[in-house]
């Protein structure tokens, strides 16, 4: 229960939210609103329940106007599975909602019209997430998807890039389904303006990464991985072979007969605690 309580301590409300609620009263609206809010938040919720669940950090739980967001500290070294579980347990949450909204008809709660209107935006937020979009419930499944198979680094942009071309597909579709449907082009551009922040910061999130993978405590290593380096390369290029779900050796040959491994925290010490950014891992050698 006190876990409940601080997750629901962290929902936030945007101003423009309000505003929307404002419009939503004059033009006649308003019990549309209140059934997006409604599901949005259950939604939401469903994300932050059970990321508290595993102890996540959560930084808040914020409603806008076209949507919602559930933040976390987390930087990709949490398992697999619990993120699966995490991103998946948003999108469940309309399926009971199905159930709900039939059981509030059949029994006389809701009028025909208001049950139409509640499958329908239900529908449509469930469809709309699942879309393989960045920040979207759907991308956050590509990206999952991709660091079983390539570096946090490369993951990342791969599912970036894939992302934006899903984006602009759906943009043209837009245009000519939708051309005048304001709170749909809302959303597209919150949904580019975060590429664009997300591909601007892709460099930062991998240092969060690092960093956690560091000072962390709560990862998950599924296997011993191997990477082979040479004495030229930095610190940051061996960082860029990083996996989630793995811990790294790093094996460096001298010559033909002779080579020395180092752990992947040697390396991460150099880096944050040393300081040795710019270094190579043959100047590590040599100090």
């Known amino acids: ?19 929307v609620v404002g419009i939503g009263i ?3 609206r308003f019990l549309e609103v209140i059934i997006l809010f409604t599901i949005v938040f259950i939604h939401e919720m469903g994300h932050a329940v059970t990321a508290s669940y595993f102890r996540w950090r959560i930084k808040k739980i914020e409603l806008l106007p076209f949507g919602g967001v559930a933040e976390v500290d987390e930087y990709g070294n949490r398992p697999l599975k619990e993120e699966l579980l995490v991103i998946i347990s948003g999108p469940i949450q309309h399926l009971w909602l199905f159930g709900l909204f039939y059981c509030l008809f059949t029994f006389g709660l809701i009028d025909e019209s208001t049950y139409h209107l509640c499958l329908k935006h239900n529908m449509s937020i469930f469809l709309f997430n699942l879309l ?41 579709l837009s245009i ?98 040393e300081k040795k950014v710019n270094s190579t891992i043959g100047e590590i050698l040599s100090y």
């Open 26 to 28: 004059l033009t006649g």
């Open 1 to 19: 229960m006190k876990r409940i309580t601080e997750v629901f301590n962290k929902v936030s409300i945007h101003p423009l939210f309000w505003l």
């Open 132 to 172: 393989p979009i960045w920040p979207l419930d759907g991308g956050k499944l590509v990206f999952l998807s991709m660091s079983l198979k390539f570096p946090f680094s490369l993951a990342h942009r791969y599912t970036l890039l894939s992302s934006l071309s899903m984006t602009c597909l759906f943009v043209l």
């Open 176 to 273: 000519f389904l939708f051309p005048f449907h304001l709170n749909l082009w809302i959303v597209i551009a919150f949904v580019l303006f975060t590429h664009y922040v997300e591909w601007k910061q892709r460099k930062f999130a991998h240092i969060r990464f690092l960093l956690e993978r560091y000072y962390g405590k709560n990862r998950e290593i599924t296997k011993l991985k191997p990477i082979v380096v040479n004495k030229s390369d930095q610190l940051i290029d061996i960082f860029a072979h990083f996996c989630r779900g793995c811990k790294h050796q790093i094996i460096l040959k001298i010559n033909e007969r002779e080579q020395k491994t180092f752990d992947e925290n040697e390396l991460l010490h150099a880096y944050f605690s």
